[in-house]
């Protein structure tokens, strides 16, 4: 069974940092692209950033480009995802997932998600 529990959310004034944590288990950080996604609420849930496997190659989207950096540590299951200079509309709860890319859209590769970690940027 694959487990992923993500961490690290809180509450940050606009212009502050969190890294959020993602450790996984069984299979899925093998030989896979991961990424995070973010759902704010009463919108839908839409890809943040993603990284290869190997961690040489990453990919954002254009409104976090510059201010969050995503990086893994295969040897401790983890996913990483620096974010600075939050913004209030960075508000959502974040997921990590394994991803792929089809048609140039990132998609994770399973149906189900975990809990997620909520982030709250205030101005």
């Known amino acids: 069974q694959e487990q992923l529990v993500e961490s690290g959310g809180g509450l940050v004034q606009a212009g502050g940092s969190l890294r959020l944590s993602c450790v996984v288990s069984?299979?899925?950080?093998?030989?896979?692209?991961m990424g995070w996604f973010r759902q704010a609420p009463g919108k839908e849930r839409d890809f943040v950033a993603a990284?290869?496997?190997?961690?040489?190659?990453?990919w954002y989207v254009d409104s976090v480009k510059g201010r969050f950096a995503i990086s893994r540590d295969n040897a401790k299951s983890t996913v990483y995802l620096q974010m600075n200079v939050l913004k209030p509309e960075d508000t959502a709860v974040y997921y990590c997932?394994?991803?792929?890319?089809?048609?140039?859209?990132?998609?994770?590769?399973?149906?189900?998600w975990g809990q997620g970690t909520q982030v709250t940027v205030s101005s």
């Open positions: 069984g299979n899925t950080l093998s030989n896979r692209a």
């Open positions: 997932a394994a991803v792929y890319r089809y048609n140039n859209v990132w998609r994770a590769q399973y149906d189900y």
């Open positions: 990284i290869s496997y190997s961690g040489t190659t990453s």
